[in-house]
């Protein structure tokens, strides 16, 4: 933590050549509010897209008020809840939350939803995928999941920018193989996958 913390604006400005050509920009909510102010903006002078990833519900305030420059926000339903300050019981209310973050500048939202797989912005809507079934005996480990679906979806979108549903449902399957495994990342997990 004590790193990221000194990922400051004047860092930020420093390394600034080293991501000019970057399509993708990829960051999470460790790092200081000033600075994710720093990379919105970057990303808005450079055209480029910007995927922020919440690590926990207290870390939402990090993200500010003013979405604008930021392409993608995956987070859980607690995180979701955190940010727009109420709780999230049915799907009404998340199509609520995500208009208004809509309306403050985020482009798409992924949430993940626990078992139940993953919601997606789509239009006004937040759209269900369900995970890949699993044998409950399968299960092994939960750490790493959610980092294997980021990962997937960065990947996919890297691909193929506009296909967030493709994204999502590749993300679910990298979550789902890191499931079955007990290490953090699983051995099964390799860049064939990701074509």
Do not use: Y
Request: glycine share 6%.
């Amino acid at each position: 933590m004590e790193l990221t913390d000194r990922l400051d604006p004047a860092f930020l400005r420093q390394t600034a050549p080293q991501r000019a050509p970057a399509r993708w920009l990829v960051a999470d909510l460790n790092l200081p509010r000033e600075t994710l102010d720093e990379l919105r903006a970057e990303a808005r002078l450079r055209d480029q897209r910007l995927l922020l990833v919440a690590v926990s519900e207290p870390k939402m305030a990090r993200l500010g008020t003013d979405l604008r420059g930021v392409e993608l926000l995956v987070l859980n339903r607690g995180e979701l809840q955190a940010l727009v300050g109420r709780a999230l019981p049915d799907d009404a209310a998340l199509r609520d939350a995500w208009r208004s973050l809509h309306e403050a500048g985020l482009q798409r939202l992924v949430m993940s939803d626990g078992a139940a797989g993953v919601r997606f912005s789509e239009g006004e809507d937040l759209v269900l995928i369900p995970p890949p079934r699993l044998d409950p005996a399968s299960i092994r480990e939960v750490t790493g999941a959610g980092d294997a679906m980021t990962a997937g979806i960065a990947a996919a979108l890297h691909r193929d920018p506009d296909d967030l549903r493709g994204a999502c449902a590749l993300g679910l399957q990298l979550a789902a193989l890191t499931l079955q495994s007990d290490a953090t990342v699983s051995e099964a997990l390799s860049p064939a996958l990701l074509v």
